[in-house]
């Protein structure tokens, strides 16, 4: 924490190489701005990853921070994240350690020097994550099939919590990239999550697809579920009602055990629950003690049906991308740590400035699910009235999470950010496209020239997604006075109505491009961020 440049700037770049991307543990962290050699929007082929976080239009100055990191250091920060790196139980609720970030590790990583378990913890990982790996592909090549021997095409995902939410976000976020896409394309594969009790949720996602060719994962850290084991239940009906008139076996309890063991998958801590409702032992992915469920999109719980879908390949890219946020959360400096960084600001913002709220705005259609998924952890794990203690907390803990795809949201809550309350805002934007669609336009102003330049102008639709990512924030914190809108002539009626004051906080995200491993890469950063919160407030 002795670092003396850990307030030059705000703003922090993490940089990842292709070396890591490979397998090679090598990131380069810089805690001072960086200018970007050539156009900004290179494409990223043969180049490293980027993350840039700006957060000088939040309500801090370098002293507000240096104060910030006091703050860390008398509340135990480095020490708490070291705790959580080496598998310590903090969670002291449940009496287990909180090591989400080992499921992220590579093969090999030494994780013994840690834990005295270390081996054989990841031993633990990796074997599950073999077993997926296996059980993936040899669906994916149709040489396990259902009950009737049909191949299986479509996965029922059944959970609630966050073994529904982070899987949903994670295929929605991952369906537009190239890769990602090709990969589920091959046998017309489709995937659906169904969580709530609610028996319209199971009838809209399975009533077009066939019960001869879906695969069911229940996914329950106990197997205890209500809302899971309610549509479970009806699943295994759904099943039975469809298939037991094609089976050429005349006992009903072999029907029913031959439709569970061909068509049924688990994910759960409870072993045992998962055999007794009669899922073959082969079929059951374990998960941990250690693995919150608001966290276990990283487990069999995410990797599984995602595997399924995507490949195994895409998300083992989903991993290492988390990985590659392990080691600058844990290893980069606090002044240069983009999770420490949000996590200072959000208590900042809550604790001393008194915004009870802040807005996930991603640029990008892909994440429009991913506002849902850090609510979910973020409220749950730090929506808290005590310290872990047991001792009434002095403040108020938390913020209300909300947020939507741009430009979507600035047709919806925008008006409330800029002239309403005040709303501390995360803005997230990509330097590429995740669209293959070539939707080039040509303009020009009716001079003939552009800002100065002479002819024609490209903008594509991503260029102008990006203008909003960029101009969002500047409007939020400049604003528009009245002398303004009389230089643009604006009625005098209607001033007032448009005056908005600015100095609203916000932070910009840039990275580069979003495929699973970025995917992977920002999931971890607002997991990290939360972690920060909740050790700062105790």
């Keep these: 924490l002795s670092d003396s440049n850990r307030c030059l700037s705000l703003m922090a770049v993490h940089v990842t190489t292709q070396e890591f991307e490979q397998g090679q543990n090598t990131t380069v962290d810089t805690t001072t701005p960086v200018l970007l050699p050539g156009p900004l929007r290179t494409k990223s082929s043969g180049a490293q990853r980027r993350i840039i976080l700006d957060f000088s239009r939040q309500h801090v100055t370098g002293e507000t921070m240096e104060l910030l990191f006091d703050l860390a250091d008398r509340m135990g920060l480095t020490e708490r994240m070291n705790e959580m790196r080496s598998g310590y139980n903090i969670n002291f609720t449940e009496r287990t350690a909180v090591m989400h970030h080992v499921l992220r590790m590579p093969s090999g990583y030494d994780f013994q020097s840690r834990h005295p378990q270390g081996n054989t913890i990841l031993g633990d990982v990796h074997s599950v994550l073999e077993r997926i790996e296996k059980f993936a592909e040899e669906r994916r090549r149709g040489n396990i099939r259902g009950c009737t021997g049909k191949e299986i095409k479509n996965i029922v995902c059944i959970g609630i919590g966050g073994s529904f939410a982070g899987p949903q976000a994670v295929y929605e976020a991952l369906r537009g990239d190239a890769f990602a896409a090709e990969a589920a394309a091959k046998g017309e594969r489709t995937i659906r999550f169904v969580?709530?009790?609610?028996?319209?949720?199971?009838?809209?996602?399975?009533?077009d697809l066939s019960p001869e060719e879906t695969l069911i994962i229940v996914t329950s850290k106990s197997f205890n579920t209500p809302e899971t084991l309610?549509?479970?239940s009806m699943a295994r009906k759904w099943l039975m009602k469809h298939l037991c008139a094609q089976s050429d076996v005349d006992n009903e309890d072999l029907r029913d055990?031959?439709?569970?063991?061909?068509?049924?998958?688990?994910?759960?801590l409870d072993v045992n629950a998962a055999e007794s409702f009669g899922i073959h032992k082969d079929n059951i992915f374990p998960m941990w003690d250690w693995v919150g469920g608001r966290f276990s999109v990283w487990s069999a719980a995410g990797m599984l049906p995602l595997s399924l879908h995507f490949s195994f390949d895409v998300?083992?890219?989903?991993?290492?991308?988390?990985?590659?946020?392990d080691e600058h959360f844990f290893d980069a400096p606090l002044g240069g740590n983009i999770p420490v960084l949000l996590g200072l600001l959000g208590v900042w913002n809550s604790t001393f400035m008194g915004y009870h709220t802040r807005a996930l705005l991603p640029y990008s259609h892909a994440l429009r699910k991913f506002p849902s998924?850090?609510?979910?952890?973020?409220?749950?794990?730090?929506?808290?009235?005590?310290?872990?203690?047991?001792m009434p907390l002095s403040f108020q803990a938390g913020e209300i999470d909300f947020g939507e795809a741009g430009s979507n949201g600035q047709h919806s809550f925008y008006q409330l950010l800029h002239q309403g309350r005040t709303v501390p805002a995360d803005f997230i934007g990509f330097m590429e496209s995740q669209s293959s669609i070539v939707d080039e336009e040509y303009t020009t102003n009716d001079t003939g020239s552009l800002d100065g330049w002479d002819g024609e102008v490209n903008i594509s639709g991503h260029d102008k997604l990006m203008s909003n990512f960029f101009a969002q924030p500047d409007a939020l914190a400049y604003g528009k006075s009245l002398s303004d809108l009389v230089q643009e002539d604006v009625p005098e009626n209607l001033r007032q109505h448009k005056v908005f004051p600015g100095n609203r906080?916000?932070?910009?995200i840039l990275m580069t491009k979003l495929d699973a491993f970025a995917v992977g890469q920002l999931l971890a950063i607002y997991e990290h961020r939360t972690a920060v919160q909740g050790f700062i407030w105790g």
């Design 195 to 207: 969580a709530n009790v609610d028996p319209v949720d199971f009838d809209l996602n399975t009533k």
């Design 230 to 232: 309610q549509n479970t």
């Design 257 to 268: 055990l031959q439709i569970i063991t061909k068509h049924f998958c688990a994910v759960t």
């Design 315 to 325: 998300m083992k890219s989903f991993l290492a991308g988390g990985h590659d946020i």
């Design 373 to 390: 998924l850090v609510q979910k952890f973020d409220m749950e794990s730090n929506g808290k009235r005590v310290t872990a203690a047991g």
């Design 505 to 508: 906080p916000s932070s910009s």
